[in-house]
């Protein structure tokens, strides 16, 4: 039971090249996450799933395009690379019962560098 | 906007004492949370509150919530240098399946 992985763990983009962050859980969870976490700035949620096949918008969402592939799997797209996307992203994911803005499960993160 | 608001930013310990920290929010809530993130590393959920009751304790943790004040404090007894991390408070609420996270405290126990 690895809980949430994300892929890569560490990326250097130039500014305008595209990626995709990976994410998933092996916990069956329905609901699944994607923040930022900026110096002093706390976690800022980007997207959201709540469940398979839906997805809305959190505080941060400009720049970036999410997929929800599957109950276990949420990306994260960055069509663009800008500087003001450096940052570390965390995905997480909430259980069935927990779906209401519980219990998260967080990944380890990925550190992305834009230049 | 962040929601929750930790104090203090920073707190550093002798190990052994007790560490305080507080959570202030500003709208009404389902529940709140706190987490443990170490250097370099995800989140890690310790403890939740509903917001019909008022004392939760986890091992070393004890939580509070005062819905009046809008605010909680989490208390660490017996402060161990494996408790330095940053602790951070998410305030969920409503039919969304959101969190909102504050800015966090860092934590810093010394040997």
């Known amino acids: 039971n690895a809980g949430v992985t994300q892929t890569p763990k560490f990326q250097v983009l130039k500014t305008g090249q595209s990626m995709t962050l990976q994410c998933a859980q092996d916990m069956n969870h329905n609901s699944m996450y994607w923040y930022r976490q900026d110096p002093g700035m706390g976690l800022r949620l980007i997207y959201y799933?709540?469940?398979?096949?839906?997805?809305d918008k959190g505080e941060v969402p400009n720049g970036y395009n999410v997929s929800r592939l599957n109950k276990r799997e949420f990306s994260l797209r960055l069509e663009s690379a800008a500087p003001s996307q450096t940052s570390v992203y965390f995905c997480?994911?909430?259980?069935?019962?927990?779906?209401?803005?519980?219990?998260?499960?967080f990944g380890p993160g990925t550190r992305l560098l834009v230049l | 906007s962040q929601q929750g608001e930790e104090d203090p930013q920073a707190l550093s310990i002798q190990e052994g004492e007790n560490a305080t920290m507080n959570c202030s929010y500003k709208?009404?809530?389902?529940?709140l949370q706190w987490y443990r993130q170490n250097s370099g590393r995800g989140l890690v959920h310790l403890i939740l509150?509903?917001?019909?009751?008022r004392e939760k304790h986890s091992g070393r943790l004890r939580v509070t919530l005062d819905t009046s004040k809008k605010s909680s404090s989490l208390l660490i007894t017996a402060s161990r240098a494996a408790d330095t991390a940053s602790y951070f408070c998410a305030t969920g609420g409503g039919s969304n399946y959101k969190l909102t996270f504050g800015k966090g405290t860092l934590l810093t126990v010394n040997p």
């Open positions: 997480a994911s909430s259980g069935e019962r927990e779906g209401l803005g519980e219990t998260q499960y």
């Open positions: 709208t009404s809530i389902n529940n």
């Open positions: 509150i509903r917001s019909n009751e």
């Open positions: 799933s709540a469940s398979e096949g839906t997805t």
